[in-house]
């Protein structure tokens, strides 16, 4: 499953008292490696003819981001390599089905073919400006990349961080590989400086559509890609320090009259490893 995300525009306006602090910008080097542990789980339950299902999922990751190289200009060349994978889904009937990247004995048959060809080795390039906009995505191998293209979630602006400082960013959404149409949808990611110190700063982040798709499949596949959570960013050490990004998304009459969905998620992720410097050991 792919998705486009095209940064476009950054617009600030800020109030109260300047920080002590520079401009953030995202701090990278050649060769560094940065580890993200992250657990990823939803839940939908549909409703249809008296009957609800429910179906739910656990996908834990230990993702890491490798600085290739950095040009002149400050743009690094990441790449993304899930190192573990670990997943518990539960279907409509009650069905576990299991998947370790460590143990085959233990995972489902078709999760396994599914999922290993995405484990121990880069799925997914970027070239990234150091203030958070991706120039350049690409996906390597035969697997698609099913994460979002930026890094870090969210972009910086060229302002003193401070509190109740607002920026935004305009960008498109592709509604193709989920839906097999070539539609995008216009995006518009919001984001405010909840609390900031000399270490860290607190960035609360909403995501909303220009124009929300009327299609109802349309609205339900999208859905995930318009999170509300926060991000916490290292101001010393130029990184993300974590995130936690949560969506909630309802159609009613989904399936005719009476029918409802209801589709919730929760993705939180944490440096693990800040900073493996691999070019500085040679």
């Known amino acids: 499953m792919g998705i486009r995300l095209a940064a476009t525009a950054?617009?600030?306006?800020?109030?109260?008292?300047?920080?002590?602090?520079?401009?953030?910008?995202?701090?990278?080097?050649?060769?560094?490696?940065?580890?993200?542990?992250?657990?990823f789980e939803y839940r939908v339950e549909t409703?249809?003819?008296?009957?609800?299902?429910?179906?739910?999922?656990?996908?834990?990751?230990?993702?890491?981001?490798?600085?290739?190289?950095?040009?002149?200009?400050?743009?690094?060349?990441?790449?993304l390599t899930v190192l573990r994978m670990g997943m518990e889904r539960t279907d409509p009937d009650g069905k576990k089905l299991l998947y370790d990247s460590g143990s085959k004995e233990t995972s489902d048959e078709q999760l396994w073919k599914q999922l290993s060809k995405a484990v121990g080795k880069p799925i997914l390039r970027v070239q990234m400006a150091a203030n958070g906009v991706v120039k350049e995505s690409k996906n390597l191998g035969e697997v698609k990349s099913v994460f979002q293209e930026l890094p870090f979630q969210i972009t910086v602006p060229d302002e003193y961080p401070r509190v109740g400082l607002k920026w935004?960013?305009?960008?498109?959404?592709?509604?193709?590989?989920?839906?097999?149409?070539?539609?995008?949808?216009?995006?518009?990611?919001?984001?405010?400086?909840?609390?900031?110190?000399?270490?860290?700063?607190?960035?609360r982040a909403t995501t909303?559509?220009?124009?929300?798709?009327?299609?109802?499949?349309?609205?339900?596949?999208l859905a995930q890609f318009?999170?509300?959570?926060?991000?916490?960013?290292?101001?010393?050490?130029?990184?993300?320090?974590?995130?936690?990004?949560?969506?909630?998304?309802e159609a009613a009459d989904f399936d005719g009259?009476?029918?409802?969905?209801?589709?919730?998620?929760?993705?939180?992720?944490?440096?693990?490893d800040k900073r493996v410097e691999a070019a500085r050991k040679e």
């Open 10 to 39: 950054c617009v600030f306006a800020a109030v109260g008292p300047a920080s002590a602090q520079g401009v953030f910008k995202f701090h990278l080097n050649a060769g560094d490696k940065l580890q993200y542990q992250s657990q």
């Open 208 to 221: 909303k559509f220009e124009k929300p798709p009327t299609d109802v499949g349309a609205k339900i596949a």
């Open 257 to 272: 009259p009476g029918t409802n969905y209801i589709y919730s998620s929760r993705c939180v992720e944490k440096l693990v």
């Open 226 to 249: 318009a999170p509300t959570g926060t991000v916490t960013l290292d101001l010393r050490g130029g990184v993300m320090l974590e995130s936690d990004m949560s969506v909630r998304a």
């Open 47 to 79: 409703k249809a003819e008296g009957a609800t299902q429910i179906s739910t999922s656990k996908l834990g990751q230990l993702r890491e981001w490798h600085v290739v190289g950095v040009d002149k200009l400050g743009v690094a060349t990441l790449e």
């Open 168 to 203: 935004q960013r305009e960008f498109a959404i592709s509604a193709e590989a989920m839906l097999g149409k070539g539609d995008a949808y216009k995006a518009l990611q919001v984001c405010e400086v909840a609390t900031v110190n000399d270490e860290r700063m607190l960035v």
